[in-house]
């Protein structure tokens, strides 16, 4: 029935009308089609209602013929509006110049980030993208399209896979895909491959360099195995000497084991204790008693929930504790030199390098003394014994030399 | 002629059970508590004032009093009208009347 949309953008007004014939002006006026609402009496012969401004000069003839005079009380709309911002000028003026500054103002690169370095320095790329054109303060709408600053961005920062040029707003954002290059070996001077420890030769490979030693040979430690020094009497170079050497290398390995062997065992029984975490603090809620078990292993877990970086203040963590018992066992020399071997034969691993194996072992003396048993044993071990030396007051050699 | 035609009017209203309203020249009346009144189907306003609402009806007159009563739109033939509603009152002229 109403519009009140209608009636704020067509502008309406209200009017007190004084006259004896009101209803017989409102039965006239409905008649004709003025639109007339909110009519309510005032007095005895006053009544006020609204109506459309174009309406009101259709009113006015009726007005008239009924005897009836209108005064007008209170205008409201868009019409009015529109002339109170024409009295205001400049209001309407500087909310237009806000916009427009805000716009233009849009319209410019105020930051530019960078992410996904690793290797590269992030003001190197932001000096690189500062060539091209992508610079605080840099107009956007000079700028060319992603997809060619991205070919040119890369084509400055060859070390890159890929960069993603992204604009948001007045923020630029350069998301770097460093290369993933292989690592160099790193050129080495000439030098010697000499024995690490006494040993005898068990295999000989020069890949550079000169063999000096024969297989099943004794060499001291600090002997030269493979010389960085090739050619004749008359003509020499010196070569980063390389190859792989491996001699038999002699240990004794005294060991200890205690014939009784306590360790612990989860008997089954378990229990679970509630807390909430307040912070940094955790308050106990369920049960309330400290200490369960003698002997226990217990695990925690915290269930914090956290959004975007985020976290919640609050969280809730729940301990499990599983009872232990110790369980003693009484082991026959026999076991204990078996056990002995073992740990022998992992520190002499340890102790020989990465790739070396065991080619011999021989137990020299088990005794069994206040519960422990002693066993000594003795290992041939083959293990690479070749330690690089440089060579140092010689000339040096020519680069390509590395790789005959 | 007039009679004839108001027989004929009620006898398909009858048979045919349609609403008396639009059989018949009556007024349909919506209210909403006793704050709002909606009245289709009036023929005029005789009286309007705060207490008081006197519309013209096609056989008779309609009076609706109350307190504060403000007419919210009017159409040639529907009242929106907003107050306290104390009661609505009905004179009938008779067929012959007006």
Known sequence: MRNGLREWVDGHITITVRGKRFERLLNMAVRDGIRIWNIRRVGLEVSRCDILIRDYFRLRPLLKETGCRSHVERRDGLPFWLLRLRRRSGLAIGAALFFIGLYMLSTFVWSVEVSGTKMIDPQRVIRAAAQIGIKEGAWKVKLKEPLLLQKELMSLLPETTWIGIEMSGTKVKLQVVEKDEPTLPLPTGPRHLVAKKRAVIHKILPEVGRSQVTNNQVVEKGQVLISGIIGNETRQQAVSARGKVQGEVWYVSNTSVPLNQTHYQLTGEKLQQQYLLVGPYAVQLWPFKKQFFALAESSEERFVPSYAGFTSPLGWKTVTQLETEPISKQMTVEEATELAKKFAREDILQKAGADAFIQDEKVLHVTSENGKVYVSIHFSVIEDIAVEQPLVGLPQAPANNGNP | ?98
């Open chain 2, 1 to 98: 002629m007039k009679r004839w035609s108001r027989r004929l009017r009620q006898l398909a209203g009858g048979v045919l059970d349609l609403p008396q309203d639009v059989v018949l020249e009556v007024p349909r009346i919506t209210m909403i508590g006793h704050l709002q009144m909606y009245i289709e189907n009036h023929r005029g306003v005789l009286h309007f004032s705060e207490k008081e609402l006197r519309l013209l009806l096609t056989n008779g007159q309609m009076i609706v009093s109350g307190e504060q009563l403000v007419i919210r739109a009017i159409l040639p033939e529907e009242v929106l009208l907003e107050g306290r509603i104390g009661g609505v009152k009905f004179l009938e002229t008779g067929p012959q009347g007006s």
